[in-house]
């Protein structure tokens, strides 16, 4: 029994996963790039976060050049901004906000001024501001940054005198900086003017502005543009020093337009406060107060360092496989989309698509659900349809589970019984791990419920479900419920919540898990739980299903269990490395997920999904299946993939015997095979099984054909099986043969002629 | 016009044929993988052509290949 490979690379199919609208409605769940509070609230768009973050590493001369580019006076922004920022901190909803303003101030006071750039190339167009005051000072400032001859007409008689009219509230040491700045700057001023003579002034001016004062008889005029479209000026009414900064901004904007003679409210863009969507975790954060005091460079940088720099990354935080990749599930799910998209060429996403655990965690510590694992399994199904899946990171897995519903698979009602009202369905991976604890189970379920229990000892199809391998899950779906039907359509009671969840997807079928059984008619004398506290372990299986989780708790602690809560319990658990079949395709992601799971307890873990409870214990955890604390059975140490599958038909084989007493086939195949001890484990570490060695050997008994190397003494047998090739390397012994390695290959080697 | 060889391994008289119990030689062979091919030189047997894939081989360039013909 083979599985088909993938089709060849020069077969070109391409199936969208889903449509634009579609991968955008999606897309834009992820608030990650949404602006933090303090950022969304300034209408001059500071980028407040950064700047805070230059300030906590000392960096003051970035922090600066962050601040300079809002505003081309920001000494005297820093003293007299109402700063809508501070409001907005998030922090100001446990304890005190960050005192975002005074540290403006102090990155005017320590930070250095970068060089000057180049002297720009002066624009065509020129520019006329009548009026002094801050909004003429700011818009002023604004134009010569953009370039543009400037000049101002002003009634004052001197630069100073221009610059004093509105700044009262700036210091003095701040007030001599900015009239320097001022100095710097390249603008023409017109001192002594009579303002009245505007109308004739103008005259040879490209685009004109005024301040309000200047412009008394201004009754039509719209304040997003700053502009009279009746006197054809730039002016409005502002209040306050961030309303006269922000009216400059817009009118500087107004001035552009107009100097390429265009409408003012033409292609703007954004301008002021936004709204922010970003969602915070503040699960961590402690309030604390504002600790600036007088404002000495270390006060501002530990008063930055308060600043928490605002960012949602609730995902990442709890998911490895996010970590591992460094990507934002919006990022993500663009470049999974254009790797599925393209049809020729290599397909670089194919490794994050097949490594994701499917595990659904994300969708839920998202404030918007945004579920990662969805698209994955989109994808694979959508690489399945077109031919582009390869075969080679779930083949072990998919033969696996043939295996599981072939050779092993056992269903038989309750001896004496011809139709049952029961069913135990223990899943493959218990059968493989603790084939002990299914069999004591599977003879206290019958012993203790009434009406008949039969068994069914196979794989749900969660493992074809996780490859994206639809048809042959839609095979394994209605072989399930041929078996089923043949019981008399029993209750099915599972045994494990990965195939509790797979199998609710078959139409009319009844499903309970042995823990609701177990709750209902009371522990086994068997039952002990451990003697030290533990940390639970919630299944990915579970996720959204409360009742499961609740009874197994009460399980627990009913066997005198003291469970130990864990960060990211019951709903938010992580996957253990298990699921989506991550463990086949990414081995090395596997194992920083279950490092994940481990790392929220020092405590022996108890867990009710078999290969959590497995790869906790390969993790050199003391670790417990909750059916093996109800039995008083230990699995022992993790099997190797070789005896995962004996595991299984010896469980079947057994069962057989004692409970149906029937003859089984002796597991012989003629002869004797030795591994040793590191041979055994390269083959588990290469997912070579011993069924695969027997075949080699097998072949070489048939055909004789083999290599023998003259520098290591040993020989070297193949044989193709299915989708592989496999090498052994051996020496004959008396009745067999010795075993030295073993390695395989998918290529075909074949001879060529000429 | 001789064809490129992605790969060549000499023998060396080092190997035999267990089946032919003579030594293998360089020959050529090829790797055949998605409907994509590639000329190579293997061991082979002279006499009854059993192609030889040495574990350094198989482990090395071979799966790099094939790793990357399959994200193709
Ligand atoms: S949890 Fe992740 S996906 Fe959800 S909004 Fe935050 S960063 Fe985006
Ligand atoms: S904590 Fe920092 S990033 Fe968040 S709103 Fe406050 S100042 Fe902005
Ligand atoms: S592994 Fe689980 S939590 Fe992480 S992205 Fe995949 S489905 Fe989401
Ligand atoms: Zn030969």
């Avoid at chain 1, 045994?495 to 009319?508: A, D, Q, V």
């Avoid at chain 1, 002869?671 to 290469?686: C, G, H, K, Q």
């Amino acid at each position: 029994m083979f599985l088909e490979e993938r089709e060849s690379t020069h077969v070109y199919r391409q199936k969208r996963m889903f449509t634009k609208e579609e991968l955008e409605t999606r897309e834009r769940l992820c608030v990650h790039e949404q602006p933090a509070f303090c950022n969304a609230a300034c209408p001059l768009k500071l980028d407040a976060k950064a700047m805070l973050q230059a300030v906590a590493e000392n960096d003051f001369k970035k922090a600066l050049q962050l601040y300079e580019k809002i505003t081309p006076f920001p000494h005297v922004l820093s003293a007299g901004c109402e700063a809508p920022c501070e409001g907005s901190c998030l922090l100001c909803r446990m304890g005190e906000g960050v005192a975002i303003r005074k540290l403006e101030q102090a990155v005017c006071a320590y930070g250095e001024k970068g060089r000057k750039g180049l002297p720009r190339m002066k624009k065509k167009k020129t520019v006329a501001i009548f009026g002094s005051g801050l909004f003429s000072l700011f818009l002023a400032g604004e134009l010569q940054k953009k370039a543009y001859p400037v000049t101002v007409f002003c009634a004052e008689n001197d630069l100073q005198h221009y610059f004093d009219a509105e700044t009262g509230f700036v210091s003095a040491r701040a007030r001599e900086s900015s009239l320097l700045a001022l100095k710097g700057m390249d603008i023409q001023f017109r001192f002594q003017t009579d303002l009245g003579q505007l109308s004739s002034l103008r005259e040879g001016f490209d685009v004109v502005c005024a301040s309000w004062e200047a412009v008394k008889d201004c009754t039509d005029w719209e304040e997003a543009l700053m502009y009279s479209r009746e006197l054809k000026i730039v002016t409005g009414k502002t209040s306050g020093v961030l309303g006269a900064a922000f009216g400059a901004k817009k009118a500087a904007l107004s001035v552009d337009r107009l100097a390429q003679n265009l409408d003012p409210s033409n292609t703007r863009g954004e301008e002021g406060t936004v709204e922010t969507k970003l969602f915070v975790d503040l699960t961590d954060v402690k309030a604390s107060n504002q600790c600036i005091g007088s404002g000495t460079r270390e006060e501002a940088v530990a008063e930055a360092g308060r600043c928490i720099q605002c960012t949602c990354d609730a995902c990442v935080k709890a998911c490895a496989y996010l970590q591992h990749y460094k990507k934002y599930p919006r990022i993500l799910t663009r470049e999974i989309y254009n790797n599925v998209s393209i049809i020729m060429g290599d397909h670089m996403m194919n490794k994050p698509i097949n490594a994701c655990a499917l595990c659904g965690q994300c969708s839920v510590v998202c404030p918007n659900g945004y579920d990662v694992g969805e698209i994955c399994h989109i994808a694979r199904q959508n690489m399945v349809t077109t031919g582009k899946m390869p075969l080679a990171p779930h083949e072990f897995a998919l033969m696996d589970m043939l295996f599981s519903n072939h050779e092993a698979f056992l269903c038989r009602p309750q001896p004496g019984f011809e139709q049952c009202k029961y069913v135990f369905f223990p899943g493959c991976q218990a059968a493989a791990i603790a084939p002990d604890t299914v069999a004591a189970a599977y003879r206290d379920l019958c012993e203790r419920l009434e009406g008949g229990v039969a068994i069914m000892l196979g794989c749900c199809g969660a493992i074809c479900d996780w490859a994206g391998r639809y048809e042959m899950y839609d095979e394994t779906k209605a072989f399930l419920d041929e078996q089923l039907k043949s019981l008399g359509s029993p209750v099915v009671i599972a045994g494990c919540p990965t195939c509790k969840k797979e199998l609710s997807g078959h139409e009319g079928l009844v499903l309970t898990g042995i823990w609701d059984i177990l709750t209902e008619i009371g522990l086994p004398e068997s039952a002990k739980g451990l003697d030290t506290p533990a940390a639970l372990h919630d299944s990915c299986g579970a996720r959204g299903d409360r009742q499961t989780q609740d009874a197994i708790r009460g399980l627990a602690q009913r066997m005198g269990c003291t469970l130990v809560d864990t960060p990211y319990c019951a709903d938010k658990s992580p996957c253990c490395g298990y699921g989506g079949l991550t463990q086949y395709t990414n081995r090395e992601i596997a194992r920083k997920m279950t490092q994940k799971c481990l790392e929220r307890s020092e405590l022996p873990y108890i867990s009710y999904c078999m290969a959590c409870r497995d790869r906790f214990a390969r993790e050199g955890r003391e670790s417990k299946h909750i059916l093996e604390l109800v039995y008083g059975t230990n699995a022992g140490s993790p099997p190797d993939i070789s005896q995962k599958r004996y595991n299984r038909l010896s469980l079947k084989q057994e069962l057989l015997r004692q409970i149906w007493n029937e003859e089984t086939e002796e597991m012989d195949f003629g002869f004797n095979i030795e591994y040793s001890p590191e041979v055994t484990a390269l083959m588990d570490d290469r997912m070579i099984l011993k069924s695969d060695i027997i075949a080699v050997l097998q072949q070489l008994r048939q055909t004789g054909e083999a290599v023998l190397d003259g520098e290591t003494g040993l020989c070297i047998a193949r044989a193709r099986l299915g989708n592989v090739t496999f090498w052994v390397k051996y020496q004959e012994i008396e009745g067999g043969y010795r075993v030295f390695g073993a390695y395989s290959h998918r290529m075909n080697v074949v001879r060529r002629q000429g | 016009m001789a064809e490129k060889n992605y790969y060549t391994i000499d023998p060396m008289g080092k190997l035999q044929c267990m089946k032919c119990r003579v030594p293998l030689e360089k020959g050529k062979a090829k790797f055949m993988y998605l409907d994509n091919g590639f000329p190579v030189e293997l061991p082979v047997c002279p006499q009854c052509g059993f192609v030889y894939v040495p574990e350094e081989l198989a482990l090395g360039k071979v799966l790099a290949v094939e790793r990357a013909l399959e994200d193709k």
